[in-house]
């Protein structure tokens, strides 16, 4: 059984225009140590999807249907204070965007990531304490530094702190947003071994959720492409990346330089995504697409099993893959 099983989700936004939907029918699902990256521009809905598994959503958000299946027991009947005590920091934990932002500048470190661990568990302060100094020093700060101030921590230092305290209870799952966003790649890069490590040593699972599928395709045993609040394309991260089928990915690959092939020209994807506001029944890619024709403005494509594990959404992934010669 998968240790995550998303089924149908769809979470709205309510606003005085209409109804945005943002989770538009999402399903998917994690296994034990697996990492799924979730990839697309901003705005199409990953950050909210990623809140709507963990129920974090503001006042305006509401989920209309689906299910989030934790170890086969369904999140979304949960109340928010079951939610806060049998889910949130033990079962599943999440690193959000801008994380090392959050730390609270007026407290050390080492002391919110404790604290984090005694709001959640009946463990003593120096309990606490030595689970901090053990969690720091997994993510590869010096645990002295948590004495310190978060001013006086780089960027790297932060995001790790917070990765810190997403690990403190041990939670069977992480949701990474953006986990490297503002980071220069050197930082980027021990970010990513770091993530690599505890999810080999510990068999963490992870959600990582960014808008860099280069990164996402390095790290990732499965990838999700999102667009406009749906999955367009997903399945295993080599076929992702080697043997795309939907022409948002094609293109979303050619806005990424490959630094393995020879210098060629970046090609970006012209327009921007549509408005999620009662969105008409057909591809919501199709104003942007090079392939669009009439079927596309009037039907939606289902999300079809193209190969083996390997699932699109688009009328013509047929003729692409021909024309293109992907897939075997
Ligand atoms: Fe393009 Fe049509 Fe496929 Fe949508 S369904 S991605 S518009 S070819």
């Known amino acids: 059984m998968a240790l995550l099983k998303v089924e149908g989700l769809k979470m709205y936004y309510g606003t005085s225009e209409g109804e945005v939907r943002a989770v538009d029918g999402i399903d998917f699902e994690v296994g034990e140590g697996?990492?799924?990256?979730?990839?697309?521009?901003?705005?199409?809905?990953?950050?909210?999807?990623?809140?709507?598994l963990l129920k974090l959503l503001p006042s305006?958000?509401?989920?209309?249907?689906?299910?989030?299946?934790?170890?086969?027991e369904d999140l979304i009947p949960?109340?928010?204070?079951?939610?806060?005590?049998?889910?949130?920091?033990?079962?599943?934990?999440?690193v959000p965007q801008g994380a090392m932002n959050a730390l609270n500048p007026v407290f050390r470190v080492g002391d919110q990531i404790a604290e984090a661990i005694t709001v959640h568990t009946d463990v003593s302060n120096s309990d606490a304490k030595a689970r901090t100094a053990e969690l720091l020093k997994l993510v590869g700060v010096d645990p002295t530094r948590g004495r310190h101030f978060p001013h006086?921590?780089?960027?790297?230092?932060?995001?790790?702190?917070?990765?810190?305290?997403?690990?403190?209870?041990?939670?069977?799952?992480?949701?990474?947003?953006?986990p490297t966003t503002a980071l220069d790649v050197i930082v980027q890069a021990g970010i990513i071994r770091l993530l690599m490590s505890i999810r080999n040593e510990f068999k963490t699972s992870f959600i990582l959720i960014s808008h860099d599928l280069a990164l996402v395709a390095q790290m990732s045993d499965k990838t999700a492409i999102m667009y406009a609040g749906k999955f367009v394309e997903y399945g295993d991260s080599t076929a992702i990346y080697g043997t795309p089928l939907h022409p948002y990915t094609i293109g979303m690959i050619g806005a990424f330089a490959d630094i393995r092939k020879p210098k060629e020209k970046l090609v970006s994807i012209p327009g921007s995504p549509p408005k999620l506001i009662d969105p008409p029944p057909?591809?919501?890619?199709?104003?942007?697409?090079?392939?669009?024709?009439?079927?596309?403005?009037?039907?939606?494509?289902?999300?079809?099993?193209?190969?083996?594990?390997?699932?699109?959404?688009?009328?013509?992934?047929?003729?692409?893959?021909?024309?293109?010669?992907?897939?075997t």
């Not at 990953?46 to 709507?52: D, G, I, Q, R």
């Open 34 to 52: 697996e990492i799924l990256g979730i990839v697309g521009e901003s705005g199409c809905g990953k950050s909210s999807l990623a809140s709507t």
């Open 60 to 72: 305006n958000g509401r989920i209309a249907d689906g299910k989030v299946l934790l170890d086969g």
């Open 78 to 94: 949960m109340s928010d204070s079951e939610i806060r005590r049998k889910v949130r920091w033990t079962k599943v934990s999440l």
């Open 152 to 178: 006086e921590f780089s960027g790297g230092m932060k995001q790790r702190a917070m990765i810190a305290m997403a690990l403190a209870l041990s939670p069977k799952l992480v949701i990474a947003d953006e």
């Open 282 to 327: 057909s591809c919501r890619f199709n104003p942007r697409c090079p392939y669009a024709a009439d079927i596309c403005r009037t039907k939606e494509p289902p999300l079809e099993e193209a190969m083996p594990g390997h699932y699109v959404a688009c009328h013509f992934w047929k003729e692409i893959k021909e024309r293109t010669g992907t897939g």
